[in-house]
Every structure is written in structure tokens, then in C-alpha cells.
């Protein structure tokens, strides 16, 4: 049995994250959030119904409808995915606006793994997002 270090995948192969999902109580009115307050925008709608939605920078959130499971709860170390993190290039913008919008907070603005400034706030589902600022926004392993 080889060790999968013997074998890396190449990197054209795996080229980043194409989308991560969000299972959501009321699926039009959470996309219409991200729209609204994120700034995403409408990419594909079906009638199950999904949505795509488009940030900024190309990146792909998608919206999708809940199943009967009951919600746990979360902490941000609690197993599993932790929470999406957006990265912004002027914090205390993004901070001043969100709070605009009388998101719901859940911590102070704390430093970053790897460098910069994160704070963390829900949606209006409870998800955890958090906004990120790095000082080299192509290089977390730079960052001071």
C-alpha cells in the first residue's frame, strides 16, 4: 500500500473550491440576503428550488433547501465545517456596513490564522461567516 504522499495529486488536477452549500429554512429569502447585504449576485435558479449566487470575485455560494434534520448546535471548533469566511479588502468598511445592517455579531474583531484581522456574525439562518482582511491578500502564509 503506497502513502498518499508518495503520489500527490498534481495541481492542475484540483484547482480550488468551486462552491460551498448552505441548507436554508426559506431558500429565495436567504439568497436574497447574500444578494443584498454581501453583494452577491443571482447566477441559476432550479425548481427544486437551488440557487447559485456569484461573489465578486467569481467565487460560487449555493443555496439550497433543508432537509427534516434537526440543526446542531455549533461552536467554531465543533467537528465538521466551521463557517464561511469572505474575504474583504477594507475591514472597517465591511465592519460599518454590516453593522448598518444590524447583523447579529458573535466576537470581537480578533487577529487571523495566518495574518490579518477576522470577525465572525451570522445570517439571518444562524450560520457563522466571518469577515477577513490579510495584509497580502495572495499570500496567507506572508501575512504579518
Not at 495541481?11 to 443584498?36: M, R
Not at 425548481?47 to 461552536?75: F, N, S, Y
Request: contains cysteine; negative net charge.
Amino acid at each position: 500500500m503506497s502513502d498518499a504522499n508518495d503520489n500527490p495529486a498534481p495541481a492542475a488536477v484540483f484547482v480550488g473550491i468551486d462552491h460551498p452549500a448552505v441548507a436554508a429554512d426559506d431558500v429565495d429569502e436567504l439568497a436574497a440576503w447574500y444578494c443584498a447585504t454581501l453583494g452577491y449576485t443571482e447566477v441559476f435558479r432550479n425548481d427544486k428550488p437551488v440557487w447559485l449566487l456569484r461573489a465578486a470575485d467569481g467565487t460560487l455560494l449555493e443555496i439550497m433547501p433543508r432537509d427534516q434534520t434537526p440543526r446542531p448546535q455549533r461552536t467554531t471548533w465543533t467537528p465538521g465545517w466551521s463557517h464561511l469566511a469572505l474575504r474583504v479588502q477594507d475591514f472597517e468598511a465591511a465592519e460599518r456596513f454590516l453593522r448598518q445592517r444590524r447583523v447579529a455579531w458573535c466576537g470581537d474583531t480578533a487577529s487571523a490564522v495566518g495574518g490579518g484581522r477576522v470577525r465572525s456574525f451570522f445570517d439571518p439562518e444562524g450560520n457563522l461567516l466571518q469577515i477577513v482582511e490579510r495584509a497580502d491578500a495572495t499570500d496567507p502564509e506572508t501575512a504579518s
